[in-house]
Nanobody, 117 residues
Framework: QVQLVESGGGLVQPGGSLRLSCAAS????????MGWYRQAPGKQRELVAA???????NYADSVKGRFTISGDNTKKAVYLQMNSLKPEDTAVYYC???????????RGQGTQVTVSS
């Protein structure tokens, strides 16, 4: 099994920045890709960004140019640097991990990000 623990959420003003972190433990050899999804109240869950072990990345159009995902293959950790935050970025952000892009078998408990003045 794999356990994922997120940190770094919080309240920030529009235009501000936050950095989310996610650390994996357990059977981390199973992980070849990690990503962040988010879900806002009343909305469907959506992919924010993902990174593969190869270094390939994938971003939602709504965050391109503002968010940067990076990963640590040794530690099986993933980070999401979020800049120029907007109120519409408010959501619970979930770390996901799996054997390839789009196939995530594991999910963290989520961390709340609130963008508000």
């Amino acid at each position: 099994q794999v356990q994922l623990v997120e940190s770094g959420g919080g309240l920030v003003q529009p235009g501000g920045s936050l950095r989310l972190s996610c650390a994996a433990s357990g059977s981390i050899f199973r992980i070849n890709a990690m990503g962040w999804y988010r879900q806002a109240p009343g909305k469907q869950r959506e992919l924010v960004a993902a990174v593969a072990e190869s270094g390939s990345t994938n971003y939602a159009d709504s965050v391109k140019g503002r968010f940067t995902i990076s990963g640590d293959n040794t530690k099986k950790a993933v980070y999401l640097q979020m800049n120029s935050l907007k109120p519409e970025d408010t959501a619970v952000y979930y770390c996901n991990a799996g054997d390839r892009f789009g196939n995530y078998q594991y999910r963290g408990q989520g961390t709340q990000v609130t963008v508000s003045s």
